[in-house]
């Protein structure tokens, strides 16, 4: 970086004694500004999880068939987003909706900083369309909530108490052959704990229908509830961090992140005030800049 600021320097030098032309000193600027772009972006992903592997998850909100199209429509965007930036994708739980769309599904994200630029996406998404499923035309809107977290790996410890988790079984309705729906290869695991700041009890509930195997389900199961687990420690540190600094931007889980106005193609971010008119281009899988513009306002919280 320095170096190229050195030839910037001294090219616009050259290009006052005429030794070098304003389209030279202009293209050595513009490479030399784009370079540090890069670099300012990279400082970004600095936190030692942002190079982790992520578990994202996507919940259809109220609405019947329609959010439950918007939750399907978003799990295409984030297949098409993982595949242009080189990650592989696991799909670790898919529950289809009543009429068309999905209810929920959990995938496993993997590649280096999958979470650094994912974990943008948590929140709210809000969609607002002419809905297919309206037999009157009518402008609707609806609501999937999105949450990421990192993959934890053998390296990190996170304890979690036998007597707090409950397991489950069911046969899986997914693909697999005729094994897997004849015998009860789905697990569901309810872990009970405790909220620090209201005092009362909640539960986080995990289901995997991946495996064959009701034994490699149930692991898949709690290397999830322990990657929750490791985000929700994670919000902690970043709720205290910001109460040091006195800082109001906190992201919320369940906060409105993000609305899509298919009609006005607009796509607007509400934190960053980031938006595009590019609504196609978002749905297949173009986020690089709105992911940009949040890790630069707020990649070091």
Known sequence: MKQQVDDLTVLYDFSREGEASENEVQAQYGVTVQSIEKLEFKNMLRAGEDHM??????????????????????????????????????????????????????????????????????????????????????RMTSFASVYVAPLVDDTIEIDVSPTDVTWETFRSSGAGGQNVNKVETGVRLRYRYKDEKTGEIREIAVENTESRSQLGNKENAMRILKSQLYEMELQKKREKQAEIEGQKKKIEWGSQIRSYVFDDRRVKDHRTGYQTSDVQGVMDGDLEDFVKAYLMEFGDQ
């Open 53 to 138: 592997g992520a578990v994202l998850k996507i919940n259809s909100g109220a609405g019947g068939t329609e959010s439950q199209d918007w939750a399907e429509m978003l799990m295409r965007m984030y297949i098409r987003y993982c595949e242009r930036s080189g990650f592989k994708l696991r799909e670790m739980d898919f529950q289809k909706g009543d009429e068309a769309g999905i209810k929920t599904v959990t995938l496993e994200v993997d590649g280096h900083d999958a979470y650094g630029f994912l974990k943008s996406e948590t929140g709210v998404h809000r969609l607002v369309r002419v809905s297919p499923y309206n037999a009157q035309g009518k």
